[in-house]
């Protein structure tokens, strides 16, 4: 994918709309994934998601490949969440309810009812991390970005994501420890 | 639960259907920029992450320069105030000469405030100062001495006059008589020859007046005669009128071919100055004369 994402890219730099037509195909359900996840609402997700391609259209000549076109366009949407973040209020923590029903209904993992309920309360004790945190976890393993993609989103040292996964996991596994953590 | 556990979970979040209608609106709203035209909004909404990035870095660098600056800036102050430091010391040997110069002129400025004189200068002005005052009182003395001798006089023509005795003529007026004779004569001698230089410059003929010959006399006082009192005698050129001559000018545009022809006379004392630049003092049976037209040194016939 990353391949064809960059050959379109140039493609669509020249000008080509059928190019930045297939770019959009490709990228906007992880786009708009990632900033559902961290936003919370339906109508918020698309919005900045709107915002998000359309600040990577005119900034598409100044992509030069030094990342890849999804980390890049992974940039542009966490800055454009950043924005949006700072106009709301300081803290709206994701509804533990929402997660629930997104894991009931969606792919599970795990076959078993155990596996689900511990999956449930994973999201849902990802969304009581600090927002630094949270959103690394998002880039790093919802996002299946790579550590040194994740940091170039992020603009952190490498270091410092693996650092911060190294707490969101720590925080993870001492209250999934808890019986009744995932009650909260 | 382990971390191996935790990050299989997290790797796998549920998945999220976009709304329908997003597709549609991002495709629509794709806006690409021509080929070659600079990305200027994205740029500036890229830019703070980019300061934020760069700033520490950024800001060192200036801070280095800033203090390269001031470090260049007070070394080469250093070194200006070194260089002047040096020629102040070459400078040294020549104070001990100053000093004794700035001494000297100290103790000149010193004397100058006792009335700009040195010792000897100033011993010579007290000897003057004492011999004026010696001589003023000599000239009271000889003023007092003078009115005494002219009361005595006084009295002693009365007495003679009383007696039926003439009285005895004055030597000093006598004295002073002949002394202005002699300067008559020798003004005549001079007006003569600036009368001769004139000629000599305008084909040996005299000018029609005296004022002609003015550049040939030194000064307008030569023209007035000592005893001519009713005349007020100019002391320059500026001062001077035709009624400051006291002499005759009876050959005007004569020549010198006649060298006994009378130039100039003091009706006065009877001085006559020739043609030849010579003057005559003339005596009681002596006048000048008019003959065939010139005028000469003739007999009194009424001595």
């Not at chain 1, 059928?18 to 195909?25: I, K, S």
């Not at chain 1, 919802?142 to 693996?162: D, F, I, M, N, R």
Request: with cysteine; proline share 6%; net charge neutral.
């Amino acid at each position: 994918m990353s391949d064809s994402a960059e050959s379109l890219c140039q493609r669509a730099q020249t000008g080509d709309t059928d190019a930045a037509r297939a770019l959009v195909e490709l990228t906007y359900e992880r786009i708009h994934a990632y900033l559902r996840r961290l936003s919370g609402q339906d109508e918020d997700a698309a919005d900045l998601t709107q915002k998000t391609f359309g600040k990577a259209w005119p900034a598409l000549a100044t992509f030069g490949g030094r990342s890849s076109f999804t980390t890049w366009l992974h940039g542009i949407a966490h800055h454009t969440y950043l924005d949006w973040r700072r106009q709301q209020r300081p803290d709206a923590p994701q509804p533990e309810a929402w997660w629930l029903a997104q894991a009931s209904d969606g792919p599970s993992p795990l076959e078993d009812t155990m596996g689900r309920d511990l999956a449930r309360q994973l999201f849902g004790l990802v969304e009581q991390l600090d927002e630094e945190t949270r959103q690394t976890v998002h880039l790093h393993y919802y996002e299946e970005l790579s550590l040194a993609e994740t940091a170039e989103v992020l603009g952190l040292a490498t270091s410092t994501v693996k650092y911060r996964l190294r707490q969101a996991l720590d925080f993870l596994r001492s209250r999934a420890a808890e019986p009744k953590a995932f009650l909260r | 639960m382990n971390d191996a556990q935790i990050e299989a979970l997290l790797r796998h979040p549920p998945s999220l259907t976009p709304p329908a209608a997003l597709k549609a609106r991002l495709l629509n709203d794709i806006r690409l920029p021509r080929p070659g035209t600079p990305a200027g909004s994205t740029l500036l909404s890229l830019a703070p992450s980019f300061w934020r990035r760069w700033f520490p870095a950024l800001s060192l660098g200036v801070l280095l320069l800033g203090c390269f600056i001031v470090v260049a800036w007070q070394t080469s102050q250093g070194l200006a105030l070194r260089r002047e430091n040096q020629s102040l010391r070459t400078a040294l040997p020549d104070l001990d000469e100053l000093r004794a110069e700035q001494a000297q002129l100290k103790s000149r400025l010193a004397a100058a405030g006792q009335g700009g004189l040195d010792p000897t200068e100033r011993a010579e002005l007290s000897r003057l100062r004492e011999e004026s005052a010696r001589l003023t009182s000599r000239s009271a003395e000889v003023s007092a001495l003078a009115a005494e001798n002219k009361r005595l006089r006084a009295e002693m023509a009365a007495a003679l006059a009383k007696a039926g005795l003439e009285a005895e003529p004055d030597p000093f007026a006598d004295a002073q008589a002949r002394a202005q004779r002699v300067n008559c004569v020798n003004n005549l001698k001079q007006i003569g020859l600036a009368l001769r230089i004139w000629a000599t410059d305008n084909q040996d003929v005299f000018p029609m007046d005296l004022l002609s010959a003015s550049n040939g006399l030194v000064t307008p006082k030569i023209l007035t005669c000592a005893g001519d009192t009713a005349r007020v005698r100019a002391s320059n050129w500026q001062e001077f009128n035709g009624s400051s001559v006291s002499y005759e000018y009876l050959s005007p545009g004569g020549n010198e071919q006649d060298p006994q022809a009378v130039l100039t006379r003091c009706p006065i004392h009877n001085n006559a100055g020739l043609c030849d630049g010579s003057v005559q003092m003339l005596n009681t049976n002596q006048q000048v004369g008019r003959i065939e037209g010139k005028w000469r040194i003739v007999n009194n016939p009424n001595p």
